[in-house]
């Protein structure tokens, strides 16, 4: 296939790399790899000769997890955030016009400041929405804020108000809460607890009530849905048994609605076919959207498994870029 | 239908009832569920009343979760389990021949006494196998003990020497490890908890070289999969790209090789269609058997929706009881 | 659910009761059956009681199989025809406005009087398209004229100009082409005989090239496409494997793509998940229609099945209703 | 994949060469493909030699259609059978042992011959069942005698005394009763016509009672059940609906349960995903064996196709051998 769009590709800049540790993320995914995908991440024109190579036209990028959400000093993370999103304009959009597009970071730690960002992003930088790598720290390492949290506020109007989606990305669940994967580093990260810890964030946002304030908001998950297509319909079940139970949330409808009606997903770095079936029989073609995870993922493997999925025509196209140009106006 | 098969289908005991405390799921759960339900997890006559309505001609009964695993004290485990297992067999299988068989209770806080029980319960009660809710506490409430861990060799030993299965059932995430569901208790347990404890659980088992040891071990998860039908690709594929990365565990093949070859998963509790072509597609419709999960669920429900699924007739025949006939050898 | 919109639905007039000798069908499909079905062709009332009962908000109407297509003498074609839209109009359209809308008959035994009448029914009296029941008699009874067949460019051209659907609805095939089904009179109709007669003509209509002069025509099929979600691979493949042999139209493209972009299908008469499932896979959920070919069928059964269907919201509205209100301005 | 079995696999011998005139068959198909396909229907080496590259271990191979059925002398028949099965041993299975089995030829020009001929196949030869190309000429080419037609009694009888399966394998439609396809010639035969008239033929027999005289015949379906896991459903709805017409043939059960138990399909030459999806769900993996229909298609396309499929192990294995292994004792 030619001229697909991708929107769950990463990079780093400078600065990020100068702020993350990415010693335990090195240990466990291994060294060569690791080494590889972060020379790529900085690396605008090898990005393009991989599109050019796997038939990508457009790629959204976005700055790697954890990025902004992990930094614990909030002026520190609005200077990061502000400095991404300037590079991400300079360095690759504007070096690769109509090749590249980008995701605004988000200092969370200060929604008002999170509002403020996003905002010149969009308005003065060009970004076609945001995204957030989880959970924002805020104090220190082990105290997380969640999105739906009420801090937030700020943050979702203007996301409203500028009528922009929202990429939920996963981070790595706090260091104090990995019991169940002792022993097993390897489950911590994108092989495991990325889903788990992505999905129920989703699920939060959900039972909050923030589609009832927002009705229009758009929250894009990659890895076909981080198990939502499977796993939400005994959830909505199971919460109706409980319907006289506590600790419900406020929601006014049922999760499903929001799930098919607030949410989108794509294929990043979940290359595989019943799954997708699934994720498209849950929400709809319109709703899922072709991606790779660069450069964690390789765009060829991405788009050789896509071009041989059986899907009609029509969901190809939609599921390949259709969706996406509707959804960013490209 | 008629003649149906179904194997996660819980009891309790008076003993059970005065060592736990339920007052926390009663809460999250609502107190008229959760009292009509403690009625009927001790009441084998109503069971078999709902079971002729329904049109299931067999269940296999076990101890409602966290039963056995939560109890601090080992001998006093020990206890439980034994009471258990004799109650079990007196007053359900023994009063009501052909209807109800039973897994057994196994003290996993002292493994080789785990194994003594489960020997006792197989060879002299006639247990069917044994049901394990998850990590067993060591200790105290925040320490747990997860079935890949060491200490557990001489239980699988003797599991393996029986030949018998294991049913994996849900139990809710240890007390300190709940911050991603804070703000809604309602997400800890069936609803959403549940099922990453569980499925976690089961991977833990793949990557610790368990199915190496004892290749003909089969265990067997509720609620079509806990979601590994969809989310286990994933898991392999970045298993895959980590390969040079740590905590991979030490088991010799990849992980779908143990969950198509080592695996069952039961429908109990999760009565969606897409998610069941999904659990067949992923591992065959001879390793997919109809369940219930009653009295937390109810007969009438999963079998109304079991008969209504698009399923060819020799796939409704072993889903809803030749596979359970061959496997427990009813 | 509510709101829905049916197009295969069916109705008689006492002009073409006249014309057409229902004593074949009436055999073989039983007489207490015909009885109740030509009494219901003739009533817009009990259509819209069963309408009510149903949740079908509209309906768009059409001469029964094999209608204007069977009539012997042209004059007396082009004025069943003509009497046949304007009963149309007058005594279902408006009679209940909103609620039936409806197809043209159409003489092709005349082309250019097909042409004519279709513009008159399209321009003067509001319906939505036309409704063709199969291949027309010209002569006699087993001479028939396929729509592919070059006599009929001039109805093509103007169906092209007005811009209007063509449904392709099935008749049996020539009385002296049944030797397939002798000895089984049962299957010369909608339940076999049908399909295949009505999924050739669409074939033929592909490899004629019709749809390179004409790229935008639309032609809807009933009976989820004639089998043609799962026949059509095949023939694409063998004809590739044959494309230098002989026979094989003028078509400038691959039949599947003629397929997913010229035509659309109905549910009507086929009211099976798997089947669906594979005609949404084959052409995608835009082009698939509900519809029931009331009232050889009974719209309650239609929208139960309909409804329990396991599709997303957003398939379920697609193919309920919002399809049909794109492609007709409803 | 490797140890791959197929089933519909043809040969030719220099008899059958004589006695069948491949002109028509070579103008619609084109002379290239033909002649290819020819020398390859006689050649066991260069088969031998696609099979190893294909990983295919096991071939059942039958003469190709339309073979004996299309001789218009009963002794000519006869012989030509006769020869058929003696080649078949001495050229093919003796001089390949482990890789080539055959499918007997049988003369059902006169029934107790080719009850005779099929017992000698089985009992003296070893021929693992019978392969027919559809109905047989009695007279002249354009008279039929299907399979459900009471004179074949007595070849029934045999083939459950033996308790072999029966292949029922396509021809092409009497000449006479081509008129659906005229001024498309490519459609009469496998591309097209094939599937419509062996669906039909299947049909006639669930129809016809003969499953009721003789529960545990196997009939095997090319082309992944030649439409019928789509079409079937919509068949016993209309047939219902029609109880009280006439032409409903003897059967005392529904089509769809003789589908299910006396049926089974292979793949070959329809190698498309959706459609075996379609097929699986429909019979279950239990009764869908891989094939190729080699010459007239590549091994290696078959192979290739399969192999990518997204199915479990379980499936694959079964459907890829050892459904064919249970089935055919191999
Ligand atoms: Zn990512
Ligand atoms: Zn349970
Ligand atoms: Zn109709
Ligand atoms: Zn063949």
Redesign the pocket.
């Known amino acids: 296939m030619r001229g697909l769009i991708a929107l769950?590709e990463?990079l780093s800049t400078p600065r990020n790399d100068e702020l993350w540790d990415a010693a335990g993320e090195a240990a466990r995914n291994g060294r060569a790899y690791t080494a590889e995908v972060e020379a790529r991440l900085l690396d605008a024109e090898r990005r393009i000769t991989a599109m050019d190579g796997a038939g990508i036209e457009t790629a959204i990028v976005s700055l790697?997890?954890p990025g902004v959400q992990s930094v614990l000093d909030p002026r520190q993370a609005a200077e990061l955030a502000r400095d991404t999103n300037d590079t991400a304009r300079r360095d690759f959009v504007d070096a690769h016009p109509g090749r590249l597009e980008f995701f605004a970071a988000v200092p969370l730690q200060d929604p008002r400041a999170a509002a403020d960002e996003l905002e010149r992003a969009v308005r003065d930088l060009g970004a076609k929405g945001t995204l957030v790598n989880g959970y924002t720290n805020v104090g220190d390492e082990n105290t997380a804020r969640y999105l739906d949290e009420p801090a937030n506020a700020p943050f979702w109007a203007k996301v409203a108000e500028l009528d922009v989606p929202v990429y939920l990305?996963?981070r790595e669940p706090l260091p104090g809460q990995r019991r169940l994967y002792e022993g097993y580093a390897s489950l911590v990260g994108?092989a495991w607890g990325f889903g788990h810890e992505t999905a129920t964030h989703a699920v939060r946002l959900m039972l909050s009530g923030l589609f009832d304030t927002h009705p229009g908001l758009r929250i894009i998950l990659?890895h076909l849905g981080e198990g939502l297509p499977f796993l939400l319909p005994r959830l909505e079940h199971r919460l109706y048994k409980q319907r006289e139970g506590i600790g419900l949330g406020s929601a006014r409808r049922r999760v499903s609605e929001y799930f098919e009606e607030n949410f989108l997903v794509t294929t990043?770095?979940h290359f595989h076919t019943r799954s997708l079936d699934n994720a498209i029989a849950a929400i709809g073609a319109d709703r899922v959207l072709f991606s790779v995870?660069y450069p964690?993922e390789t765009m060829d493997e991405a788009v050789t498994w896509f071009t041989a999925c059986p899907l009609s025509r029509s969901d190809h196209a939609k599921i390949g870029a259709g969706n996406a140009r509707r959804l960013f106006d490209l």
């Open positions: 769950e990463h790697t997890s990305h996963p994108s990659g990043s770095g995870d964690y």
